[in-house]
């Protein structure tokens, strides 16, 4: 059987300890249930931890990172209190060939922008209105299996263009929500060694994570993000 795929599912871990409709979603953490809805969909395939930002080093020391395939990034309220070492550690991780998922409110965290190198900022309108994600890209490997061209969902916050990131590698998703706005909601991004997806879905106060589609595209996410490629140098090295 081949190794399972290391995960560390990182979440901020604030909204669900302040405020009580927050909690009553996520009563253990945003974390908690998406680590728990890869653990379901992936299965032994997967060995799961979590980390969050009140553990010494944001519970993202040196031998974590070594040992995690794929990392997930939940943040919203408390980007700025995420130590500068810590994102420089995860920004070499990823160039080093360690799969980032950056999910919903992470466009704005420190890493996702350092990665990016754009403000990473986006329109949005916290209003509870549906969201259709279309999918773009039907043959694209995260989305294996998914069995649909659309995911709706019934209760999300709206986010819209104009969304300041590069051009992505890949467009696997957009949104349009209640509004009218669109929004691309999957796309790639590689950096280095290391495979990127930026997934929309996913607000604190509405149970997006137990969603057993969105659920899906996180784990395609997963399984695409694991390193893989050649080993490279950066040495020089001489023709003959
Ligand atoms: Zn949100």
């Avoid at 329109?123 to 994600?133: I, P, S, T, V």
């Avoid at 986010?159 to 706005?181: C, K, Q, R, T, W």
Wanted: charged share 25%; aromatic share 10%; hydrophobic share 40%.
């Amino acid at each position: 059987m081949p190794q399972p795929i290391r995960v560390t599912v990182w979440n901020e871990f604030v909204h669900e300890r302040e405020r009580e409709d927050v909690r009553k979603v996520y009563p253990d953490g945003l974390h908690q249930v998406i680590a728990e809805g890869l653990r379901a969909s992936l299965g032994e395939a997967v060995e799961v931890r979590t980390a969050t930002l009140d553990e010494p080093e944001h519970g993202l020391p040196e031998e974590v990172l070594q040992s995690t395939d794929v990392l997930l990034w939940w943040g919203h309220a408390a980007h700025d209190r995420v130590d500068d070492e810590v994102v420089a550690r995860v920004h070499s991780r990823v160039l080093d060939g360690m799969g980032l998922l950056v999910l919903h409110s992470g466009h704005g965290s420190k890493i996702f922008r350092r990665l990016m190198g754009t403000s990473c900022m986006l329109r949005w309108r916290e209003a509870g209105e549906r969201e259709r994600l279309w999918v773009v890209d039907p043959s694209h490997p995260i989305l294996d299996g998914l069995g649909t061209d659309v995911i709706e969902i019934e209760q999300a916050e709206m986010y819209g263009e104009f969304f300041d990131i590069p051009a992505p590698d890949e467009l696997l998703m957009i949104s349009s929500f209640a509004g009218g706005e669109v929004f691309r909601s999957g796309c790639t991004f590689r950096r280095g060694k290391g495979k990127i997806f930026y997934f929309r879905p996913g607000h604190e106060l509405y149970p997006i994570y137990y969603h057993p589609q969105v659920r899906q595209v996180i784990a395609g996410g997963v399984r695409w993000a694991v390193p893989s490629g050649t080993p490279y140098t950066q040495e020089a090295r001489h023709c003959p």
